[in-house]
């Protein structure tokens, strides 16, 4: 089964400062990847997937994400941080063709 | 476009009581899917539906029921709640079928059982 690993419950970064948040992905075959970001008290939004191509992928909101295949990650990251950045992100593979599987989240928080 | 409607969205249930947790979506999507978000454990796959007629179970089914006799809606039935069935729950739905891709989700109903 597909499955993805976020190993880290909480990420603190000053604003302005350049964020990571990490994710390492265990899959049979070619890895379909994604992020997504939860606002409190709101559902997730989608920010970028990875499917094939450029291992440099850019989302919404300034994020972008670099998929490493020879360290099975899939880290999310921004170059300057804001404040209104501050939420929970999900790092998610998809297994088959049909479900997406979920890591177990990151909140990030951002300091001004 | 309203997207995915969840309704309630805040729901308290005493042991053995039975609900429905209601799904619409107005976006013509396929694909429609069920998860739960529990604290430490992310979101968690309960049912799926790939289209009208057609269902299928996820990671973690046992408790919930579901059917999809319309593209619109997905409603997903606790026949009897059991308090580990406290949580917070999401409909996401998806354009295609085939190949998942970016899903959109409803803002959530929050179900306590007691």
């Known amino acids: 089964a597909q499955s993805v690993a976020q190993p880290e419950d909480q990420v603190n970064v000053a604003e302005g400062n350049p964020l990571t948040v990490k994710c390492t992905y265990s899959v049979s075959g070619n890895p379909y990847l994604f992020w997504y970001v939860q606002y409190p008290n709101r559902g997730l939004q989608f920010l970028l997937k990875?499917?094939?191509?450029?291992?440099l992928v850019k989302g919404s909101y300034g994020f972008e994400a670099e998929f490493n295949k020879s360290q099975t990650s899939f880290h999310l990251k921004k170059p300057s941080a804001l404040v209104s950045d501050s939420a929970l992100y999900f790092c998610a593979v998809r297994e088959d063709t049909d479900k997406l599987i979920f890591g177990t989240g990151t909140r990030l928080q951002v300091f001004p | 476009n309203a997207g995915v409607t969840q309704t309630p969205k805040f729901q308290v249930l005493k042991t053995g009581q039975s609900m429905t947790l209601q799904c619409a979506q107005d976006?013509?999507?396929?694909?429609m899917s069920w998860y739960r978000q529990d604290p430490g454990m992310g979101l968690r796959l309960i049912h799926y539906s790939v289209g009208a007629g057609i269902t299928d179970q996820g990671e973690v089914p046992n408790g919930y029921n579901v059917s999809r006799s319309t593209t619109e809606d997905f409603p997903l039935r606790l026949l009897s709640a059991a308090p580990s069935q406290t949580s917070v729950y999401f409909c996401a739905s998806s354009y295609s079928r085939v190949k998942v891709v970016k899903l959109f989700f409803g803002s959530g109903t929050q179900l306590s059982v007691l």
């Open positions: 976006m013509n999507h396929e694909y």
């Open positions: 990875y499917i094939t191509g450029d291992n």
